[in-house]
């Protein structure tokens, strides 16, 4: 059965923190790992990972893979109260011709001022 | 390019009733398909489909009815509503391809009295 599992699923720091979110996940075919971060409405996108030891980076974010251990981590550096949301790991198995995302539980993040 | 739209945003409904989410795209993506997102357990899917005409079900398909007549809209039917399908409901749409990140609608918060 695919399987995607996030820790910790609930985190809490001060603001200027820098944070590791972690996602390790089972699934048939691999092909992606996608990272999305939901506010108050729908996940929005941030990140898809499809190559080991590849750092993806935008601002502050930044997320790598490794295939073969089967996980990977999104680090917030300098951590602002914007940046408080559910962030959720996604990964589409490729059965078929057709994608289905399995999403992990979700991490929590709340940073405090 | 409004992207994904859902439709109703929030919706009260009595036991056994039935109704449909609505979701269109307006980006020409092959892929759609229906999430539900309950506390602790991340989004989990409910059907898809790779086209007009083609569905197939989900994770979590029972109690849920989907078509596909156009490319544009892919609604999801409860057929008698039951408490345990209170829950937020996401539609996500993608590009046709391997690695092409979903886009997801604003989500309805549906809950069943």
């Known amino acids: ?113 | 390019n409004a992207g994904v739209t859902q439709t109703p945003k929030f919706q009260v409904l009595k036991t056994g009733q039935s109704m449909t989410l609505q979701c269109a795209q307006d980006m020409n993506h092959e892929y759609m398909s229906w999430y539900r997102q309950d506390p602790g357990m991340g989004l989990r899917l409910i059907h898809y489909s790779v086209g007009a005409g083609i569905t197939d079900q989900g994770e979590v398909p029972n109690g849920y009815n989907v078509s596909r007549s156009t490319t544009e809209d892919f609604p999801l039917r409860l057929l008698s509503a039951a408490p345990s399908q209170t829950s937020v409901y996401f539609c996500a749409s993608r590009e046709t391809g391997i690695n092409q990140p979903q886009h997801f609608g604003d989500g309805t918060r549906l809950s069943i009295l």
């Open chain 1, 1 to 113: 059965e695919d399987k995607v599992v996030q820790s910790p699923l609930s985190l809490v720091v001060h603001e200027g923190d820098t944070v590791t979110l972690n996602c390790s996940y089972e699934v048939t075919n691999f092909r992606s790992l996608l990272w999305y971060k939901q506010e108050k409405k729908a996940p929005t996108f941030l990140f898809m990972l499809t190559s080991s030891g590849i750092e993806k980076k935008s601002g502050r974010l930044s997320s790598i893979l490794d295939k073969k251990e089967l996980f990977s981590i999104l680090n917030i550096t300098a951590t602002q109260t914007g940046d408080s949301a559910v962030y959720l790991c996604a990964v589409p198995p490729w059965i078929q011709g057709a994608q289905k995302l399995v999403f992990g539980q979700g991490t929590r993040l709340t940073i405090n001022p």
